[in-house]
């Protein structure tokens, strides 16, 4: 008399000869894989932060160098820009200059006592005033 393994075994005979997955080697598959996505996404999210740093720094430094232009362009003599004194653009009373969702200021410091003049434009961000992401200084002599 013949024996037929039970179905059972025979099911598993079969799927163990195909090659199927456990549910436990899939899970440890995917648990390697994301081990190794954690330090990628951790890169992704560093980048993207820096990348925001770096457009500030860029829109700070082009209102940087407008303000510097603007002082090269009123060609005043020294003692006329030192008796303006320090300038806020825009003003105190106006309200400030809105980039790329951002409110900046721009001070106009003159050093008095520096020959030539020292003039030093510093860029605010309006909610850190204290700070200035970026200062230029140029030097100031009469002509003539």
Known sequence: MIRHAPFKSRLHAKLSSVGA???LE???ALSILAIFFLPCMEMFSRSVTQLSYI???NTALALGREGMERIKNLRFTEKQLL?????YFPPAEDPPTRLN???WRILQHFEPGTDPLKVQVSVFREDLP???LVQLTTLVEDVG
Do not use: C, N
Request: charge should be negative.
């Open 55 to 57: 457009s500030e720094m």
């Open 21 to 23: 997955f456990s549910y």
């Open 101 to 103: 969702g951002i409110d």
């Open 130 to 132: 204290d700070e200035p």
């Open 26 to 28: 899939i899970l440890l």
């Open 83 to 87: 008796s303006r004194g320090d300038e």
